[in-house]
């Protein structure tokens, strides 16, 4: 059985005294750094574009909070919490966080993936741990200022001080995570597991929408119908499944038929075999190392599909649906 960690469980007050420095002050940063010095705790923020003037250290100073560069910030912090962007991390750590760290401080990354594959390397006097919310930024500060938390978890890759693991579960119950339930896992379940889920429900879920949308419109239904049949329809069942569970949905909270549809078809649009590959691929770092030589070239694929995709019926069709039926 795992532990979940919840308020109760978790003492907090290693963090008093400490210097907080959220690292990257975006959408995750910025909801970290709020709930974590409305929870009562030293916040400062290193910024990538720290000189003055810059749009993130105006924002950052107009929120309230002390902003540095990020060399300054790493300087000031007892705690770091990295809320960059996996690609950029290993640039700015070997710039400006590698070179000023100190025995004893705590680097706690937003996802494991540089630490995991070795783009990042913490000197062994420093705690390297991590945390994550398991939901973009504005929804962990929207559900933290109604006194409510989004479920997460920490891990720890390297512990210096001996009290890693505590000020990890600390900082998640700072951010309000323990609010809802805390984990403890692998840097490695966390960073492939995060991964894996993105390739077979994200781009799975994707690639059906296309699918579907696609076929209808191919077999001579309305482009908006189809549109909003592949897209609109799913929203719906999403947050109903969400809030009741799959079962629950399936048995009382849809038709008969849709429950037919759902047990009967449903598992022959899903390639078994492939998703089994992906995630062997996962765990051999393999879909780790097509990203960063991806990264490294400047994305081309990438930016092939984008062009593809933003040029494709279904696209051109939902900006139509939006204007015509409403957001």
């Given amino acids: 059985m795992e532990k979940i960690y919840r308020d109760n469980d978790v003492d907090a007050s290693i963090l008093k005294g400490k210097t907080i420095a ?14 974590t010095r409305d929870s009562g705790f030293k916040v400062i923020v290193g910024s990538r574009g720290a000189e003055e003037g810059s749009k993130s250290r105006e924002q950052a100073k107009a929120d ?5 560069s990020i060399a300054e910030a790493t300087k000031k912090a007892d705690i770091l919490l990295i809320e960059l962007a996996d690609p ?8 400006d966080i590698g070179p000023n760290l100190r025995a004893g401080q705590t680097i706690c990354f937003c996802h494991g993936f540089s ?34 938390g989004v ?52 781009g799975g879920a994707i690639a059906l929408m296309k699918a579907c949308f696609n076929t209808m419109v191919e077999n001579g239904y309305p482009a908006s119908f189809a549109y909003a049949k592949a897209i609109r329809s799913l929203r719906s069942v999403i947050d109903v499944m969400d809030e009741v569970g799959i079962e629950e949905y399936c048995t009382s909270r849809c038709s008969r038929t849709a429950e037919f549809a759902i047990r009967t078809r449903g ?61």
């Fill in 267 to 327: 598992p022959r649009v899903v390639n078994i075999d492939e998703v089994k590959k992906i995630f062997e691929e996962t765990e051999r770092g393999e879909f780790a190392r097509d990203w960063m030589q991806e990264w490294a070239l400047g994305m081309p694929t990438l930016h092939r599909m984008r062009r593809t995709a933003a040029n494709s019926a279904m696209e051109k069709t939902g900006q139509s649906w939006r204007k015509e039926f409403g957001k």
């Fill in 115 to 148: 630490v995991l594959y070795g783009q990042i390397q913490p000197p062994k006097d420093v705690n390297t741990v991590l945390f994550v919310p398991n939901a973009p930024g504005a929804f962990v500060r929207e559900k933290y200022k109604k006194g409510e």
């Fill in 151 to 202: 479920y997460g978890c920490v891990a720890v890759d390297q512990d210096a001080t001996g009290e890693a693991e505590k000020i990890a579960l600390a900082i998640s119950k700072a951010v309000g995570s323990t609010r809802a339930g805390v984990v403890l896992m692998s840097f490695q379940h966390e960073t492939e597991g995060d991964n894996f889920e993105e390739q077979i429900l994200y």
């Fill in 88 to 95: 950029v991390q290993p640039g700015i750590y070997k710039k």
């Fill in 64 to 68: 309230g909070f002390e902003s540095y």
């Fill in 22 to 35: 959220v690292i990257g002050y975006g959408i995750q940063g910025k909801a970290q750094a709020a709930n």
